[in-house]
């Protein structure tokens, strides 16, 4: 017994000196010492040293260091204030939280918002190097770029040095007035507008607007404060035959607007901001129907963000059209220099022209402009629910989008490149022959390029000449003017080919060349006339072929020297003139079913 007392004794000594031990040498204070040592201090970033201490509590140390998972760890940024530390980041891949693969502490990051799955706003700390840290992100392989989040400009002038009390010239301008009722399309073609947004209760607009998205407030349901966008889509999709106001340029086709909002939030503010573009053009880039992208917008800095977006919008299949920009003014900084997103590969950059068809002196020009469309004192839709008159390639850029979305409303098959195709080869040349910097390939044609389309469904012709100093002109359609006028440029050569559809109809010609006479008959693509001689056509001669040459008649006139567009010649007679060394410089060719009336005076077709 008194053994065992004493056992239980030794045990509680034992005990009594651990734990005296113990609280003289605490085990956390010894693990602490033999990994750090030296100064406790916890690391942050600052914009000299990434590595300087941050001294304080440990409670400090801690929040300052907490990995952010997500942003609503952070407080939601206010994308008015503190500009310069705000970063836009888009990613490869969709994702809820992308920001988790980023590594960044709530040390470095004092706000954000996620626009999209693909696109965030992060606003740096003062502490941190904005410059470094974007360096570092753009390494990471879900990142596809890094920008600061800037503001980019609208491409809209004043109303008050270019409003006209004149009616929607464009219309007439552009040939839309004969394309309104031509095109029906079960399947809506959509086109994204990224602008200021629209006031989707315009009487005028009710019934051609589907969903988009408000970036500025978050929410399906669009508004715009600004009145920008309510007018860029009044030109593309402003109701037609509704006895209401104006009418958009696409007419009755079955073409819809999906308002994409990126600024504007007041009145009269022309600024959108980069993260919010890029974000609706990734948005517009994954929806099928949306088949064109319009942005009338521009600016002069490098965004590798917005290239990122435009591209992965191009390689969708997407119709991308941008403004030219203002800056075109003689003393502008800016004139003659690139905007973007216009002067990116695969957009369609568009200038503005006046009701005289000359550019107006804002439009900017350069070799990346591709096309021109009506853009000062435009009737289109205001926010109020009224109308009003607007001037800047802002209103030619929707314009040619308009355009485009009713070539596709017409052929399905048709891709970007060949819409932009059509439109070159049936657009009104301006300026200089061929493509220059004011105008590109000149003033769209819209009932030319619908034409164009249809000529693959009818009987008819296509020719195209070869015209001094510009050499071969794109090929144009029954009805189409190849050639030019007032610019005392010679016709040399002419190529013309049948649409026949399977029937047997071909087509011969012959030509009367200066100093040579009448050539002979050539059939079928081949080549009357010639080029590189600096020969004159003076007269030509066209006729039908095949067993279904009885089905049909030919008439053709042609503009000529000092006479102008001469009456229409039929079925093999000459038009044009003989013996009087003048040129021709235009003609325009048409095949009608036998019996059909002509397409104008037959009274005076030839002159010798």
Not at 85 to 107: C, P, R
Not at 220 to 247: F, K, M, P, Q
Not at 277 to 295: Q, S
Request: aromatic share 8%; proline share 3%.
């Amino acid at each position: 017994m008194n053994k065992k007392i004493e056992m239980i004794k030794r045990i509680a000594r034992w005990l009594a000196i651990m734990m005296v031990f113990f609280l003289l040498f605490p085990a956390g204070s010894l693990a602490e010492e033999s990994v750090n040592p030296g100064d406790q201090s916890v690391a942050t970033t600052t914009p000299d040293n990434l590595s300087v201490p941050l001294k304080g509590g440990s409670e400090q140390a801690s929040e300052t260091t907490n990995e952010i998972e997500t942003l609503e760890q952070v407080p939601e940024v206010n994308i008015n204030e503190n500009v310069d530390q705000q970063i836009v980041v888009v990613y490869a891949d969709s994702g809820e939280d992308n920001v988790k693969d980023l590594a960044l502490t709530t040390a470095e990051i004092v706000s954000g918002e996620q626009v999209s799955n693909r696109v965030d706003i992060i606003e740096v700390s003062v502490e941190t190097n904005v410059e470094a840290l974007m360096a570092d992100l753009e390494q990471n392989p879900n990142v596809l770029a890094v920008d600061k989040n800037e503001k980019i400009e609208v491409t809209a002038l004043p109303n008050d040095p270019y409003v006209g009390n004149g009616s929607a010239w464009q219309f007439q301008r552009i040939g839309a007035d004969q394309t309104w009722n031509q095109v029906s399309n079960a399947d809506p073609v959509v086109v994204a507008v990224i602008d200021t947004g629209l006031n989707p209760n315009h009487p005028d607009l009710i019934g051609n607007v589907v969903a988009g998205y408000d970036f500025v407030t978050g929410k399906t349901n669009v508004v715009d404060l600004a009145g920008h966008g309510t007018a860029v889509s009044g030109c593309i999709a402003a109701v037609t035959n509704n006895g209401v106001g104006s009418a958009g340029i696409t007419g009755l086709a079955n073409v819809k607007i999906a308002p994409y909002r990126a600024g504007g939030a007041y009145s009269g503010d022309t600024q959108l901001d980069v993260a919010y573009i890029c974000a609706a053009i990734l948005k517009a880039a994954e929806r099928p129907e949306v088949k064109v992208i319009n942005m009338s917008f521009g600016g002069y800095g490098t965004f590798s963000s917005l290239a990122v977006a435009v591209n992965e919008a191009v390689n969708a299949g997407k119709v991308v059209v941008a403004s030219s920009g203002n800056e075109g003014e003689s003393w502008n900084a800016r004139v003659g220099q690139y905007s973007y997103p216009a002067s990116y590969d695969h957009v369609i950059s568009v200038g503005a022209i006046n009701k005289d068809n000359t550019r107006s002196s804002f439009s900017q020009y350069n070799d990346r402009v591709d096309l021109c469309a009506p853009g000062q004192s435009v009737l289109t839709t205001a926010r109020s629910g009224g109308y009003e008159y607007a001037s800047g390639t802002s209103f030619s850029s929707p314009i040619v989008a308009g355009a485009c979305a009713v070539l596709m409303a017409a052929d399905s098959s048709l891709d970007a490149d060949e819409v932009e195709t059509i439109l070159k080869n049936t657009a009104l040349d301006l300026g200089t022959p061929g493509s220059d910097a004011y105008y590109g390939s000149g003033l769209i044609q819209l009932n030319a390029a619908v034409a164009s389309i249809n000529a693959s469904e009818t009987v008819g012709s296509t020719y195209r000449t070869h015209v001094q100093n510009v050499g071969w002109q794109g090929w144009k359609y029954d009805g189409q003017i190849s050639g030019t006028s007032g610019q005392s440029l010679r016709l040399e050569g002419i190529e013309i080919e049948m649409n026949d559809l399977g029937t047997d109809l071909g087509v011969e010609y012959q030509t009367h060349v200066q100093n040579i006479g009448w050539q002979g008959f050539k059939g079928d693509g081949q080549t009357s006339g010639t080029y590189g001689q600096s020969l004159r056509l003076e007269a030509i001669q066209i006729r039908l072929t095949g067993t279904a040459a009885a089905n049909y008649d030919i008439y053709y006139r042609v503009h000529s020297q000092n006479y102008g567009w001469l009456d229409w010649a039929q079925n093999g007679g000459s038009s044009g003139t003989q013996g009087k060394s003048l040129r021709l410089e235009a003609i325009e060719i048409r095949v009608v079913p036998k019996g059909t009336a002509a397409p104008g005076s037959t009274s005076r077709p030839f002159i010798s």
